[in-house]
């Protein structure tokens, strides 16, 4: 027997500490966003993300309606739902939640956090994904300050891109939350796709086959989404 299985079933046992006492938590990932379509820019970039964080799993989390965006959004809460779910079949990281589709009002992701933190337990920690293009929005964000504090918000900064600086927001925030935002920027490949491109594309009649999943562009075209 290894050295370090003696002396960890010497403390389980003489100490009779619970097993989970030795354990790390399990980190969970949560991937917020319109998903409207989902495409494969956005499952790479969370499975990327994973890796690097060590999260078990990633929930897509596909808003109702951002406070930060006024816009309408294309397809409907279903329709997105349902993209989703074919985009990460057979992919067992990967998981996919209703819970802010189901709200009646706005979605705050202070709120989101602590749903999934009651969800998934006290042994687990949270992380927030998010792209770099949200951080000029950050001090925005509803409950900015207890949402850094109850999680993990991981900014995801493509390659070749330079790292955001949240310095300032010193002031807001204070010198602690930044360097917990500055300690989660994550560096994900380089994948120049959108939604707003891929349905632009589909409204000219072009093809977006190799943008999103097969199934995803199959579930498109049987339900003439974007035309």
């Known amino acids: 027997m290894k050295i370090f299985e003696k002396i960890f079933n010497f403390f389980v046992i003489t100490h009779n500490y619970p097993v989970k006492f030795f354990m790390s938590r399990r980190k969970t990932a949560l991937f917020g966003g319109t998903f409207d379509p989902i495409h494969i820019g956005h499952t790479m970039v969370a499975a990327s993300a994973a890796e690097i964080i060590g999260a078990e799993k990633v929930i897509f989390i596909p808003a109702k309606k951002s406070p930060l965006k006024q816009a309408s959004l294309v397809a409907s809460d279903e329709e997105r739902l349902q993209m989703i779910r074919l985009a990460i079949t057979n992919k067992v990281k990967f998981e996919v939640s209703d819970y802010e589709l189901k709200k009646a009002s706005e ?106 999943s097969p199934a995803v562009a199959e579930y498109i075209k049987k339900h003439g989404l974007y035309r």
């Open 107 to 212: 979605s705050f992701t202070i709120e989101t956090v602590r749903f999934f933190k009651a969800a998934l337990g006290g042994d687990a920690e949270i992380y927030w994904l998010m792209g770099a293009d949200n951080v000029d929005e950050l001090a925005n964000w509803y409950k900015i300050a207890e949402l850094i504090d109850e999680c993990n918000p991981a900014v995801m900064c493509r390659a070749g891109f330079a790292r955001p600086d949240f310095s300032r927001f010193t002031k807001s925030f204070g010198e602690r939350r930044i360097a917990k935002l500055q300690k989660n920027i994550i560096a994900t490949p380089l994948i120049d796709i959108s939604s707003t491109e891929i349905r632009s594309l589909i409204a000219a009649g072009e093809d977006v086959s190799n943008m999103v």
